[in-house]
């Protein structure tokens, strides 16, 4: 089908609702699903983008056809710039992977994207769950940020159900400005962790740190991996 074809006088929301069924087919053959894509590329606005969006939740062969899919979907939600913002949020609040929006804020907004995904982590809990990886994702991708609303936010889940979670809320409260407020919590998560690298973790973030440990426990030496030691004067010290 022509491009041209596809907008006969139809109003924006009735082109892209039709070609949003054609780019979420995935059973729809490779050109077509791709002319769809450059469509609503073209057309741009909130539908488009909306009608765009879920071409991120499904994979298709061969993979470079996929890739360039994707790739082309993008761009052209990043062109449509702040019209795409509340699409994308609705879409990052749905999804299981946040990858691709999160990109998308980067490029189109990213003095919303801490805001945002601190927005998605006070939504979750510290009780157990079968799927934890989307809390997974949010905090790998605190990591590597730096605000001060961080802290406070990621600080309950070192006491969350699972492991990975607790290492990532530890790799990222170590990460922040103010993560000194948050010893005691920390090292109560060393007492009380029964996983080496989290508590490796929270201790290796103490030596970076040079912080004391100021009147250490007996549940607190007792959990101390073998590499590391406490001195008299309450010095964190990791032998090399």
């Given amino acids: 089908m022509a491009m041209f074809g596809l907008f006969g006088g139809k109003s924006d929301g009735s082109q892209a609702k039709k070609l949003a ?15 769809a894509i450059q469509a609503l590329a073209k057309l741009g606005g ?17 993979s470079i056809n996929d890739q360039e899919e ?12 702040a019209a795409g913002i509340e699409p994308i949020l609705a879409f990052l609040k749905r ?8 990109k ?44 001060p609303p961080i802290a406070p936010a990621v600080a309950r ?20 400005a103010d993560a000194s407020q948050y010893c005691g919590a920390m090292l109560k998560r060393v007492e009380q962790e029964e996983s080496v690298r989290v508590r490796a973790r929270i201790l290796d973030g103490f030596v970076q740190a040079n912080w004391p440990v100021e009147n250490p426990s ?22 090399a």
């Fill in 21 to 35: 069924e054609r780019v979420l087919n995935k059973r729809t053959q490779s050109p077509d699903r791709w002319e």
């Fill in 46 to 62: 909130a539908e488009a983008v909306a009608a765009l969006l879920p071409r991120f939740t499904f994979y298709v062969e061969p």
């Fill in 70 to 81: 994707k790739d082309m979907a993008f761009d052209g939600i990043v062109r449509a710039g």
């Fill in 95 to 102: 999804t299981d992977s946040i990858t691709w929006p999160v």
């Fill in 104 to 147: 998308m804020l980067e490029r189109i907004a990213p003095e919303q994207l801490i805001e945002r995904l601190l927005e998605l982590l006070a939504a979750m809990d510290t009780e157990y769950e079968r799927d934890p990886q989307k809390k997974i994702q949010v905090l790998v991708e605190l990591e590597d940020r730096r605000d």
């Fill in 157 to 176: 889940f070192l006491d969350d159900a699972n492991e990975t979670v607790r290492f990532h809320a530890a790799s990222t409260l170590l990460g922040q």
């Fill in 218 to 239: 007996a549940a607190l030496r007792a959990r101390l991996p073998a590499s590391f030691s406490i001195d008299p004067k309450g010095k964190l010290l990791k032998k």
